[in-house]
Protein backbone atom coordinates (compact mmCIF):
# COMPACT_ATOMS: atom_id res chain seq x y z
CA UNK A 1 0.00 0.00 0.00
CA UNK A 2 0.97 3.65 -1.05
CA UNK A 3 2.01 5.53 2.03
CA UNK A 4 0.24 9.15 2.17
CA UNK A 5 1.11 11.41 5.00
CA UNK A 6 -1.87 14.05 6.31
CA UNK A 7 -1.27 16.98 8.56
CA UNK A 8 -4.57 17.71 10.48
CA UNK A 9 -5.45 20.35 12.56
CA UNK A 10 -7.81 19.22 14.73
CA UNK A 11 -10.07 21.78 17.03
CA UNK A 12 -12.64 18.87 18.08
CA UNK A 13 -14.93 16.06 16.73
CA UNK A 14 -15.11 17.28 13.48
CA UNK A 15 -10.96 16.77 12.67
CA UNK A 16 -11.67 13.20 14.43
CA UNK A 17 -14.16 12.35 12.05
CA UNK A 18 -12.03 13.36 9.05
CA UNK A 19 -9.19 11.51 11.06
CA UNK A 20 -11.14 8.24 11.05
CA UNK A 21 -12.33 8.39 7.37
CA UNK A 22 -8.38 9.05 6.31
CA UNK A 23 -7.42 6.02 8.30
CA UNK A 24 -10.07 3.56 6.70
CA UNK A 25 -8.58 3.71 3.03
CA UNK A 26 -8.30 0.53 1.92
CA UNK A 27 -5.79 1.81 -1.09
CA UNK A 28 -3.11 3.70 1.37
CA UNK A 29 -1.54 3.31 4.49
CA UNK A 30 -1.90 6.70 6.13
CA UNK A 31 -0.10 8.45 8.52
CA UNK A 32 -1.53 11.38 10.75
CA UNK A 33 0.79 14.54 11.93
CA UNK A 34 -2.07 16.10 13.94
CA UNK A 35 -2.14 20.09 15.52
CA UNK A 36 -4.34 19.68 18.79
CA UNK A 37 -5.43 21.57 20.39
CA UNK A 38 -5.74 19.49 23.34
CA UNK A 39 -4.82 16.21 23.75
CA UNK A 40 -7.97 14.98 22.13
CA UNK A 41 -7.28 10.64 22.76
CA UNK A 42 -8.15 9.46 19.76
CA UNK A 43 -5.68 11.79 18.29
CA UNK A 44 -3.00 10.83 20.64
CA UNK A 45 -3.73 6.92 19.85
CA UNK A 46 -3.78 7.57 16.06
CA UNK A 47 -1.20 10.15 15.15
CA UNK A 48 2.19 8.75 13.77
CA UNK A 49 2.95 12.73 15.69
CA UNK A 50 1.42 14.24 17.63
CA UNK A 51 1.63 17.86 18.76
CA UNK A 52 -0.71 19.92 20.93
CA UNK A 53 -0.92 23.69 20.38
CA UNK A 54 -3.60 25.03 22.66
CA UNK A 55 -4.50 27.84 20.57
CA UNK A 56 -3.71 26.45 17.26
CA UNK A 57 -1.20 29.53 16.49
CA UNK A 58 -0.62 29.49 12.66
CA UNK A 59 2.85 30.35 13.37
CA UNK A 60 3.53 26.71 15.28
CA UNK A 61 1.32 24.96 13.25
CA UNK A 62 3.59 26.08 10.20
CA UNK A 63 6.63 24.96 12.02
CA UNK A 64 5.41 21.49 12.85
CA UNK A 65 4.53 21.00 9.08
CA UNK A 66 8.13 22.31 8.37
CA UNK A 67 9.24 19.91 10.68
CA UNK A 68 8.00 16.97 8.37
CA UNK A 69 7.51 18.18 5.45
CA UNK A 70 9.03 15.23 3.64
CA UNK A 71 6.31 13.41 5.24
CA UNK A 72 3.17 15.10 4.27
CA UNK A 73 0.92 14.79 1.27
CA UNK A 74 -1.54 17.50 2.06
CA UNK A 75 -2.70 19.59 4.92
CA UNK A 76 -7.00 19.42 5.84
CA UNK A 77 -8.07 22.29 8.41
CA UNK A 78 -11.79 22.36 9.34
CA UNK A 79 -11.73 25.07 12.04
CA UNK A 80 -12.84 28.74 11.13
CA UNK A 81 -9.96 30.36 13.17
CA UNK A 82 -7.02 28.80 11.12
CA UNK A 83 -8.20 29.24 8.07
CA UNK A 84 -9.30 32.94 8.82
CA UNK A 85 -6.18 33.87 10.27
CA UNK A 86 -4.52 32.61 6.77
CA UNK A 87 -3.11 28.98 7.84
CA UNK A 88 -3.12 27.73 3.75
CA UNK A 89 -1.32 31.25 2.76
CA UNK A 90 1.59 30.77 5.49
CA UNK A 91 1.76 26.88 5.41
CA UNK A 92 1.97 26.87 1.33
CA UNK A 93 4.32 30.25 0.96
CA UNK A 94 6.69 28.43 3.67
CA UNK A 95 6.87 24.69 2.77
CA UNK A 96 4.28 24.08 -0.74
CA UNK A 97 2.44 21.44 0.22
CA UNK A 98 -1.00 22.04 -0.64
CA UNK A 99 -3.45 22.96 2.03
CA UNK A 100 -7.47 21.88 2.01
CA UNK A 101 -9.25 24.96 3.03
CA UNK A 102 -9.68 28.46 1.47
CA UNK A 103 -7.48 30.77 1.22
CA UNK A 104 -7.29 33.51 4.06
CA UNK A 105 -9.04 36.02 1.33
CA UNK A 106 -11.98 34.05 1.13
CA UNK A 107 -12.46 32.82 4.07
CA UNK A 108 -15.83 34.40 3.74
CA UNK A 109 -17.28 33.67 7.17
CA UNK A 110 -14.83 36.18 8.83
CA UNK A 111 -17.27 39.08 7.68
CA UNK A 112 -21.24 39.07 7.78
CA UNK A 113 -21.64 42.15 5.91
CA UNK A 114 -19.23 40.76 2.88
CA UNK A 115 -21.62 37.68 2.69
CA UNK A 116 -24.51 39.77 2.68
CA UNK A 117 -22.85 42.27 -0.01
CA UNK A 118 -21.73 39.14 -1.99
CA UNK A 119 -25.46 37.69 -1.96
CA UNK A 120 -27.17 40.90 -2.94
CA UNK A 121 -25.04 41.25 -5.95
CA UNK A 122 -24.82 37.53 -6.87
CA UNK A 123 -28.83 36.12 -5.62
CA UNK A 124 -30.48 39.25 -3.83
CA UNK A 125 -33.86 36.87 -4.21
CA UNK A 126 -32.33 35.09 -1.72
CA UNK A 127 -30.94 37.97 0.72
CA UNK A 128 -33.48 38.56 3.58
CA UNK A 129 -33.53 42.25 3.91
CA UNK A 130 -31.27 44.04 6.12
CA UNK A 131 -29.42 47.20 7.24
CA UNK A 132 -25.59 47.31 8.04
CA UNK A 133 -24.50 49.74 10.80
CA UNK A 134 -21.21 50.98 11.03
CA UNK A 135 -19.69 52.46 13.76
CA UNK A 136 -18.25 55.47 11.42
CA UNK A 137 -21.41 56.67 10.19
CA UNK A 138 -23.06 57.49 13.44
CA UNK A 139 -19.92 59.20 14.75
CA UNK A 140 -22.33 63.01 17.12
CA UNK A 141 -25.33 60.77 15.76
CA UNK A 142 -27.92 58.84 17.03
CA UNK A 143 -27.92 55.50 16.48
CA UNK A 144 -30.89 54.44 18.41
CA UNK A 145 -32.78 56.51 16.57
CA UNK A 146 -31.96 54.60 13.56
CA UNK A 147 -32.40 51.31 14.46
CA UNK A 148 -35.38 51.63 16.04
CA UNK A 149 -36.66 53.36 12.85
CA UNK A 150 -35.38 50.06 11.19
CA UNK A 151 -37.24 47.93 13.59
CA UNK A 152 -40.34 49.69 12.35
CA UNK A 153 -40.19 48.99 9.28
CA UNK A 154 -39.84 45.10 9.78
CA UNK A 155 -42.49 45.36 13.23
CA UNK A 156 -39.59 43.97 14.99
CA UNK A 157 -39.30 40.80 13.73
CA UNK A 158 -35.50 41.08 13.41
CA UNK A 159 -32.16 39.47 14.27
CA UNK A 160 -28.86 41.08 15.50
CA UNK A 161 -25.86 39.85 13.99
CA UNK A 162 -22.33 41.13 14.81
CA UNK A 163 -20.03 41.44 11.57
CA UNK A 164 -16.96 39.88 13.04
CA UNK A 165 -17.20 36.17 14.65
CA UNK A 166 -16.54 36.01 18.43
CA UNK A 167 -16.64 39.30 19.36
CA UNK A 168 -19.55 40.99 21.78
CA UNK A 169 -22.49 38.79 22.60
CA UNK A 170 -23.15 37.17 19.15
CA UNK A 171 -26.07 36.64 16.88
CA UNK A 172 -29.43 37.30 18.70
CA UNK A 173 -33.24 36.91 17.19
CA UNK A 174 -36.55 38.69 18.02
CA UNK A 175 -38.71 36.21 20.19
CA UNK A 176 -35.51 34.19 21.40
CA UNK A 177 -32.58 36.60 23.22
CA UNK A 178 -34.57 39.67 23.74
CA UNK A 179 -38.81 40.11 24.16
CA UNK A 180 -38.44 44.36 23.75
CA UNK A 181 -36.40 47.11 22.45
CA UNK A 182 -34.82 47.93 24.70
CA UNK A 183 -33.15 44.16 25.14
CA UNK A 184 -32.41 44.28 21.49
CA UNK A 185 -30.73 47.60 21.48
CA UNK A 186 -28.46 46.66 24.28
CA UNK A 187 -27.28 43.27 22.34
CA UNK A 188 -26.80 45.45 19.82
CA UNK A 189 -24.59 47.96 21.43
CA UNK A 190 -22.77 45.07 22.81
CA UNK A 191 -21.77 44.43 19.42
CA UNK A 192 -21.65 47.72 17.88
CA UNK A 193 -18.52 48.64 20.32
CA UNK A 194 -16.27 45.95 18.58
CA UNK A 195 -17.46 46.98 14.90
CA UNK A 196 -20.23 47.00 12.30
CA UNK A 197 -24.12 45.30 13.02
CA UNK A 198 -26.12 44.07 11.05
CA UNK A 199 -29.84 44.10 11.05
CA UNK A 200 -31.80 41.62 9.38
CA UNK A 201 -35.42 40.32 8.66
CA UNK A 202 -36.67 37.21 10.97
CA UNK A 203 -37.19 34.69 8.47
CA UNK A 204 -40.01 31.86 9.27
CA UNK A 205 -38.90 28.62 8.11
CA UNK A 206 -37.72 25.10 7.98
CA UNK A 207 -33.69 25.46 8.15
CA UNK A 208 -31.26 22.94 6.06
CA UNK A 209 -27.38 22.89 5.68
CA UNK A 210 -25.72 22.17 2.03
CA UNK A 211 -22.06 22.33 1.87
CA UNK A 212 -19.61 20.58 -0.59
CA UNK A 213 -16.07 19.65 -1.60
CA UNK A 214 -14.46 21.75 -4.17
CA UNK A 215 -10.76 21.41 -5.91
CA UNK A 216 -11.26 25.24 -6.66
CA UNK A 217 -12.64 24.89 -9.64
CA UNK A 218 -15.38 22.05 -9.58
CA UNK A 219 -18.37 22.13 -6.41
CA UNK A 220 -19.77 19.07 -5.31
CA UNK A 221 -22.47 19.23 -3.16
CA UNK A 222 -23.53 16.99 -0.54
CA UNK A 223 -26.74 15.99 0.95
CA UNK A 224 -28.80 18.38 2.87
CA UNK A 225 -28.58 18.19 7.20
CA UNK A 226 -30.19 19.84 9.37
CA UNK A 227 -28.60 20.49 12.61
CA UNK A 228 -29.95 21.08 16.45
CA UNK A 229 -29.11 24.48 17.62
CA UNK A 230 -30.65 24.89 21.08
CA UNK A 231 -29.59 23.24 24.07
CA UNK A 232 -32.42 21.12 25.20
CA UNK A 233 -35.34 18.62 23.94
CA UNK A 234 -38.14 20.74 22.23
CA UNK A 235 -35.98 23.65 21.12
CA UNK A 236 -35.76 25.29 24.68
CA UNK A 237 -33.00 26.84 25.97
CA UNK A 238 -30.14 28.75 24.73
CA UNK A 239 -28.36 28.49 21.06
CA UNK A 240 -25.49 26.54 21.13
CA UNK A 241 -22.47 25.12 18.43
CA UNK A 242 -24.86 22.44 17.73
CA UNK A 243 -26.48 19.59 19.60
CA UNK A 244 -26.47 16.87 17.01
CA UNK A 245 -28.02 16.84 13.58
CA UNK A 246 -29.13 14.15 10.67
CA UNK A 247 -29.44 12.98 7.45
CA UNK A 248 -32.08 11.46 5.52
CA UNK A 249 -31.40 8.26 3.13
CA UNK A 250 -32.57 10.22 -0.19
CA UNK A 251 -30.54 14.09 -0.28
CA UNK A 252 -33.16 16.08 0.80
CA UNK A 253 -34.50 16.14 4.60
CA UNK A 254 -38.21 14.59 5.36
CA UNK A 255 -39.53 17.93 5.59
CA UNK A 256 -38.74 19.34 1.80
CA UNK A 257 -39.64 18.06 -1.42
CA UNK A 258 -37.24 16.55 -4.43
CA UNK A 259 -38.12 19.87 -5.89
CA UNK A 260 -37.26 21.94 -3.38
CA UNK A 261 -33.23 20.35 -3.07
CA UNK A 262 -32.81 20.85 -6.77
CA UNK A 263 -33.77 24.56 -5.98
CA UNK A 264 -30.96 24.09 -3.44
CA UNK A 265 -28.80 22.95 -5.93
CA UNK A 266 -29.64 25.73 -8.21
CA UNK A 267 -28.80 28.56 -5.73
CA UNK A 268 -25.33 26.78 -5.08
CA UNK A 269 -24.38 26.74 -7.93
CA UNK A 270 -24.90 30.25 -9.05
CA UNK A 271 -23.64 31.48 -5.56
CA UNK A 272 -20.47 29.39 -6.58
CA UNK A 273 -20.47 30.04 -9.80
CA UNK A 274 -20.93 34.09 -9.55
CA UNK A 275 -18.19 34.17 -7.01
CA UNK A 276 -15.68 32.07 -8.78
CA UNK A 277 -15.89 34.39 -11.68
CA UNK A 278 -14.80 37.22 -9.62
CA UNK A 279 -11.14 34.72 -8.37
CA UNK A 280 -8.61 35.05 -10.60
CA UNK A 281 -6.51 32.02 -8.17
CA UNK A 282 -8.63 28.46 -9.82
CA UNK A 283 -7.54 27.08 -6.16
CA UNK A 284 -8.50 30.07 -3.83
CA UNK A 285 -11.81 28.20 -2.71
CA UNK A 286 -10.47 24.56 -2.41
CA UNK A 287 -11.86 22.19 0.66
CA UNK A 288 -14.94 23.80 1.85
CA UNK A 289 -15.97 27.12 0.63
CA UNK A 290 -19.61 26.98 0.99
CA UNK A 291 -21.59 25.17 3.80
CA UNK A 292 -24.70 27.20 3.44
CA UNK A 293 -27.25 27.44 5.77
CA UNK A 294 -30.65 27.69 4.22
CA UNK A 295 -34.37 28.79 5.62
CA UNK A 296 -37.03 27.14 3.45
CA UNK A 297 -39.98 29.86 3.34
CA UNK A 298 -42.49 27.49 1.45
CA UNK A 299 -42.06 30.58 -1.26
CA UNK A 300 -38.53 30.38 -2.00
CA UNK A 301 -35.47 29.75 -0.32
CA UNK A 302 -33.42 32.66 2.06
CA UNK A 303 -29.57 32.43 2.82
CA UNK A 304 -29.31 32.52 6.54
CA UNK A 305 -25.48 32.45 6.37
CA UNK A 306 -22.50 30.97 4.76
CA UNK A 307 -18.83 29.66 6.22
CA UNK A 308 -15.75 28.42 4.57
CA UNK A 309 -15.05 25.03 6.16
CA UNK A 310 -17.13 22.07 7.11
CA UNK A 311 -20.15 22.24 9.37
CA UNK A 312 -19.94 20.83 13.13
CA UNK A 313 -21.65 18.75 13.28
CA UNK A 314 -22.87 18.57 9.65
CA UNK A 315 -19.87 16.78 8.27
CA UNK A 316 -20.16 14.22 10.43
CA UNK A 317 -22.70 12.87 9.04
CA UNK A 318 -21.64 12.81 5.75
CA UNK A 319 -18.15 11.16 5.75
CA UNK A 320 -18.99 8.43 7.31
CA UNK A 321 -21.41 7.19 3.91
CA UNK A 322 -18.81 8.43 1.26
CA UNK A 323 -18.00 5.61 -1.08
CA UNK A 324 -15.05 6.29 -2.23
CA UNK A 325 -11.72 6.44 -0.79
CA UNK A 326 -11.79 9.55 0.94
CA UNK A 327 -7.65 9.90 0.47
CA UNK A 328 -8.60 9.91 -2.90
CA UNK A 329 -11.13 12.78 -2.54
CA UNK A 330 -9.56 14.59 -0.51
CA UNK A 331 -5.62 14.21 -3.21
CA UNK A 332 -8.61 15.12 -6.59
CA UNK A 333 -9.20 18.49 -4.53
CA UNK A 334 -5.83 19.06 -4.05
CA UNK A 335 -4.93 18.43 -7.48
CA UNK A 336 -7.76 20.05 -9.03
CA UNK A 337 -9.51 17.35 -10.44
CA UNK A 338 -12.74 16.76 -8.20
CA UNK A 339 -15.27 15.75 -10.49
CA UNK A 340 -18.12 13.88 -7.97
CA UNK A 341 -18.46 12.15 -4.95
CA UNK A 342 -20.18 8.83 -4.36
CA UNK A 343 -22.00 8.28 -1.09
CA UNK A 344 -24.14 5.38 0.01
CA UNK A 345 -28.07 5.68 0.47
CA UNK A 346 -28.32 5.95 4.41
CA UNK A 347 -29.26 7.95 6.98
CA UNK A 348 -26.92 9.28 10.12
CA UNK A 349 -27.77 10.69 13.11
CA UNK A 350 -25.53 12.58 15.29
CA UNK A 351 -25.91 12.67 18.92
CA UNK A 352 -23.34 15.53 20.68
CA UNK A 353 -22.75 14.91 24.79
CA UNK A 354 -21.65 17.75 26.39
CA UNK A 355 -20.70 18.61 29.98
CA UNK A 356 -22.83 20.34 32.75
CA UNK A 357 -22.02 24.17 32.42
CA UNK A 358 -22.53 23.90 28.68
CA UNK A 359 -25.98 25.50 27.01
CA UNK A 360 -26.07 26.70 31.38
CA UNK A 361 -27.67 23.13 32.45
CA UNK A 362 -26.54 23.71 35.61
CA UNK A 363 -27.79 26.94 35.67
CA UNK A 364 -31.67 25.65 34.44
CA UNK A 365 -32.35 22.35 35.96
CA UNK A 366 -30.58 23.42 39.83
CA UNK A 367 -29.90 20.10 41.85
CA UNK A 368 -29.70 17.71 38.72
CA UNK A 369 -26.34 18.06 38.63
CA UNK A 370 -23.78 16.33 40.94
CA UNK A 371 -21.01 18.77 41.33
CA UNK A 372 -18.41 15.97 42.63
CA UNK A 373 -18.87 13.77 39.35
CA UNK A 374 -18.34 17.08 36.76
CA UNK A 375 -14.61 16.53 36.94
CA UNK A 376 -14.66 12.88 37.15
CA UNK A 377 -13.13 10.59 33.96
CA UNK A 378 -15.57 10.09 31.27
CA UNK A 379 -15.66 6.26 30.37
CA UNK A 380 -16.04 5.64 26.94
CA UNK A 381 -14.95 1.30 26.85
CA UNK A 382 -19.02 0.48 26.80
CA UNK A 383 -19.70 3.00 23.80
CA UNK A 384 -16.48 1.90 21.85
CA UNK A 385 -17.65 -1.69 22.82
CA UNK A 386 -20.96 -1.31 20.48
CA UNK A 387 -18.95 -2.23 17.22
CA UNK A 388 -19.12 -5.59 18.24
CA UNK A 389 -23.18 -4.92 18.02
CA UNK A 390 -23.26 -2.78 15.48
CA UNK A 391 -20.24 -3.08 13.53
CA UNK A 392 -19.27 0.10 11.40
CA UNK A 393 -23.22 1.70 11.99
CA UNK A 394 -21.82 3.28 15.09
CA UNK A 395 -18.36 6.08 15.48
CA UNK A 396 -17.33 7.75 18.41
CA UNK A 397 -16.13 11.00 17.88
CA UNK A 398 -14.29 12.48 21.28
CA UNK A 399 -14.12 16.08 20.36
CA UNK A 400 -13.57 18.95 23.47
CA UNK A 401 -12.17 15.98 25.88
CA UNK A 402 -8.19 15.57 27.17
CA UNK A 403 -6.27 12.81 28.34
CA UNK A 404 -4.54 13.13 31.31
CA UNK A 405 -2.89 9.88 32.64
CA UNK A 406 -4.40 7.67 31.20
CA UNK A 407 -7.83 8.90 32.02
CA UNK A 408 -10.47 11.21 29.59
CA UNK A 409 -11.51 13.98 30.77
CA UNK A 410 -14.30 16.72 28.92
CA UNK A 411 -13.34 20.33 29.02
CA UNK A 412 -15.77 22.78 28.11
CA UNK A 413 -17.40 22.24 25.15
CA UNK A 414 -18.93 19.71 23.29
CA UNK A 415 -17.39 16.84 24.32
CA UNK A 416 -18.59 13.50 22.13
CA UNK A 417 -20.25 13.11 18.99
CA UNK A 418 -21.62 9.53 18.75
CA UNK A 419 -22.90 9.12 14.83
CA UNK A 420 -25.48 6.08 14.04
CA UNK A 421 -25.72 4.56 10.78
CA UNK A 422 -28.92 2.76 9.06
CA UNK A 423 -31.64 2.29 7.09
CA UNK A 424 -33.72 4.86 8.11
CA UNK A 425 -33.44 8.06 9.94
CA UNK A 426 -35.20 6.14 13.58
CA UNK A 427 -32.48 3.12 12.91
CA UNK A 428 -29.60 5.44 12.96
CA UNK A 429 -31.26 7.32 15.51
CA UNK A 430 -31.74 4.91 18.48
CA UNK A 431 -27.72 3.81 17.71
CA UNK A 432 -26.44 7.21 18.14
CA UNK A 433 -28.65 7.04 21.46
CA UNK A 434 -27.51 3.95 22.74
CA UNK A 435 -24.28 5.16 21.73
CA UNK A 436 -24.91 8.01 24.44
CA UNK A 437 -25.92 6.24 27.00
CA UNK A 438 -23.08 4.04 27.29
CA UNK A 439 -20.71 6.58 27.94
CA UNK A 440 -20.58 7.75 31.63
CA UNK A 441 -19.22 9.79 34.08
CA UNK A 442 -18.08 13.42 33.64
CA UNK A 443 -21.75 14.51 34.28
CA UNK A 444 -22.54 14.54 30.22
CA UNK A 445 -25.67 14.98 28.90
CA UNK A 446 -27.35 15.22 25.37
CA UNK A 447 -30.55 16.43 23.53
CA UNK A 448 -32.58 12.68 23.70
CA UNK A 449 -35.56 14.52 20.38
CA UNK A 450 -32.16 14.48 17.78
CA UNK A 451 -33.95 13.50 14.60
CA UNK A 452 -37.19 12.10 16.52
CA UNK A 453 -40.46 10.96 15.11
CA UNK A 454 -41.79 13.33 16.50
CA UNK A 455 -39.51 16.50 15.77
CA UNK A 456 -39.38 15.62 12.22
CA UNK A 457 -43.11 15.66 11.94
CA UNK A 458 -43.10 19.18 13.45
CA UNK A 459 -40.99 20.59 10.55
CA UNK A 460 -43.38 18.87 8.35
CA UNK A 461 -46.54 20.19 9.80
CA UNK A 462 -44.48 23.60 9.29
CA UNK A 463 -43.28 23.18 5.99
CA UNK A 464 -46.94 22.02 4.92
CA UNK A 465 -48.39 24.87 6.05
CA UNK A 466 -45.82 27.36 4.66
CA UNK A 467 -46.35 26.46 1.22
CA UNK A 468 -50.16 26.73 1.84
CA UNK A 469 -49.94 30.49 2.89
CA UNK A 470 -47.65 31.06 -0.28
Avoid at 114 to 135: D, G, K, S
Amino acid sequence: MEKIGVLIVSYGAREVAMADALLRSKKYQVELYIADKQCNPFNAEKATKHKVIPNLDINEICKFAQENKDKLDFVMVGSEKPIIEGIRDLIEKQTGIPVICPTKEYAIEESKVAQRVLFEEIAPEANPRFQVFHPADFKGKDVQKAVYKWLDELDNQTVVKPDKPALGKGVGVWGDHFANREQLFEHFMSNFKYGSVIIEEKIDGEESSCMGFCDGKHFIPLPDTRDYKRAFDDDRGPNTGGMGSYKDVVDWLPFLTAAEREQELALVNKVFKSWKAKISDGTALRGVPLYLAFMHTGKGIKILEINSRPGDPEIMNLLPIIKDDFVDVCLKMAQGNLRGVALEKSATVLTYKVPADYGCYAETFPGKVDKAAVNSPVDLTKAQALTKKFGDKIRIYPGSMELRAGKNYALKSRAIGILGIGNSIEEARQISQEGAKAVSGGELWNRTDVASKQHIAKSIRHMEQLRHKS
